[in-house]
């Protein structure tokens, strides 16, 4: 196989050349660029762009220990789900001259050692993972090489590593409260397995935490199981609604409602007339519905944003902060799919 050579590729000397500086001011740009005055700066950035000079990163991170780059794993990337917050995430680390690997398990959490050890073979400064349920293997690898990690999305005062994220237990209540308080009894529960999704469980025993204390008794035939996917939840409804229709719909996030949503369109069922319906997250596009949904907001731009700076202070310092636990500020949304039984 011919392997293409970099010969010819532009380097420091020649980018020093240009701009009419020593190559050690070049690397001093690079990697201390606040210590390089304005007009030197000014010119060493035009002469790498006009050589079309790409930093070598591997050779600082031989040098110095770091390789720049950051891991995020989630589970899915084939919905709104965690788009946000992916987002939010590189452009922080991009901020501070910093990049973003990223893969999906599909909710399979036996993935994730291999998925880590690949991460690791880059040599990456931090990782990032969703939620708390994660097997040892993949811990134990980050562990044994000091590699910092940070559990995101999920919020437990209690959480043995570092986590930023929302109170997932408190969204379920949320939900749930407002949908007693407008006197629905009859309540079909939208769910995925929440075995390995630590995310779903809380948000679950919030909602059913509010039954309890309002004496209502939820039959396990309202305990529907649906995965993240909007035709999935478009089909299950349908067959609830033709069947026995509940007057409302708690629903583990956006995606879920917005096929329960779909499904009583379709049947000529009226939101919220006949049917309300809420979700958890306020993903793109729920405002817009017709009707618009209520939800709960989850702050995915804060907690990609917070996570990237965290993961940044334990990889620059080398002191992971074992106490740093912060949960981001939830907020309920009220629109125009629920409404107070007749």
Not at 174 to 184: E, F, N, P, R, S
Request: hydrophobic share 40%; net charge neutral; aromatic share 6%.
């Amino acid at each position: 196989m011919r392997v293409r050579s970099r010969k010819g590729a532009p380097g420091i000397i020649e980018v020093a050349k240009l701009a009419g500086v020593s190559p050690a001011t070049v690397s001093r740009f690079y990697n201390s660029p606040e210590i390089v005055k304005g007009p030197t700066r000014n010119r060493v950035e035009k002469a790498a762009a006009d050589l079309g000079y790409i930093r070598d990163r591997m050779a600082g991170t031989l040098h110095h220990g770091f390789s720049g780059t950051f891991g995020l794993i989630v589970p899915t990337i084939d919905n709104a789900i965690f788009a946000e917050l992916i987002e939010a995430f590189s452009a922080r680390l991009q901020e501070k001259d910093r990049t973003m690997l990223i893969a999906a398990h599909g909710y399979e959490l036996a993935m994730e050692t291999a998925i880590v050890r690949s991460l690791l073979e880059r040599r990456i400064d931090g990782i990032a993972l969703i939620g708390f349920d994660h097997e040892a293997v993949p811990f134990n690898m980050l562990a044994q090489r000091d590699v910092p990690v940070i559990s995101v999305w999920n919020y437990h005062e209690d959480s043995k590593i570092p986590c930023v994220g929302a109170d997932n237990y408190e969204a379920g209540r949320l939900v749930a409260q407002h949908i007693v308080k407008l006197g629905h009894k009859d309540i079909a529960f939208v769910f995925p397995e929440t075995q390995s999704n630590d995310r779903a469980r809380d948000r679950l025993k919030g909602a059913l935490d509010v039954t309890l204390e309002n004496n209502l008794n939820i039959p396990k035939h309202r305990l529907l199981s649906c995965f993240y996917d909007v035709g999935a939840a478009k089909r299950m409804a349908k067959s609830v609604l033709s069947e026995n229709p509940p007057t409302a719909f708690i629903c583990c996030n956006d995606i879920i409602a917005h096929g329960v949503l779909y499904a009583c369109q379709n049947l000529g069922i009226k939101v919220p007339e006949d049917v309300s319906i809420v979700g958890i997250g306020d993903f793109g596009g729920s405002e817009h519905l017709e009707p618009a949904l209520t939800t709960v907001r989850l702050p995915a731009n804060r907690i990609g944003t917070k996570a990237a700076d965290t993961l940044l202070l334990m990889s620059e310092t080398g002191m992971p902060p074992k106490q740093f636990v912060e949960s981001i500020e939830l907020e309920f949304i009220k629109r125009a799919s629920t409404k107070k039984l007749d």
